[in-house]
């Protein structure tokens, strides 16, 4: 089921969002709902917050090439991370980054080229993951969400002011 996206400047984006304790149907159900949200919205990436659950849960599926030569989402490639941990973080490299929080807008962020991730699955099984490509600069924007931070954050002094002036037009317009 496609749930409501939490747009910025939403207050709930800032909020800390709480471990994980309980593997049961009703986070399931959660993840389930994000991978649906995140179709929909043509998203790679989705935090349970951004549907306004304030728990330790992301998804993150890159679209991968099909046969057709277009990028393809399969529910079975998504990558289900509850109470992620950076336990190794290094390189620096910058990428374009968006969020369905801030749709339309997109901007450069840098970020570790490198990271070690710790996470459960849904069943609570623990595993860890290294990237050092896109995947590891959506598991970090997609982990900030958890501790209440928007890409936008990262972005300089001037960018920042700029994306502000032009993201009270729009929401004005709206
Ligand atoms: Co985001």
Redesign the pocket.
């Known amino acids: 089921m496609v749930r409501e996206i939490v747009v910025y400047p939403d207050k709930r984006l800032k909020l800390v969002s709480k471990e994980v304790v309980s593997f049961d149907a009703e986070l399931h159900t959660l993840l389930d709902d994000m991978y649906d949200t995140m179709r929909a919205k043509n998203?790679v990436?989705?935090?349970a917050i951004?549907v306004g659950v304030d728990i330790r849960a992301l998804i993150i599926n890159i679209p991968q090439e099909n046969a057709e030569g277009e990028g393809d989402q399969p529910k079975e490639n998504t990558l289900e991370m509850i109470n992620p941990v950076i336990l190794e973080a290094d390189g620096r490299e910058k990428f374009q980054?968006?969020?369905?929080?801030?749709p339309g807008y997109y901007e450069d962020v840098e970020r570790a080229k490198h990271v070690k991730v710790q996470y459960y699955d849904r069943e609570g099984n623990p595993h860890t993951i290294e990237d050092d490509d896109f995947l590891a600069v959506a598991m970090q924007?997609?982990m900030?969400?958890l501790d209440g931070k928007?890409?936008i954050e990262k972005l300089s002094f001037l960018k920042r002011k700029k994306f502000e002036k032009e993201w009270a037009k729009r929401l004005k317009e709206a």
């Open positions: 998203g990436g989705l935090a951004q980054e968006g969020c369905l929080s801030v924007h997609e900030d969400h928007v890409f």
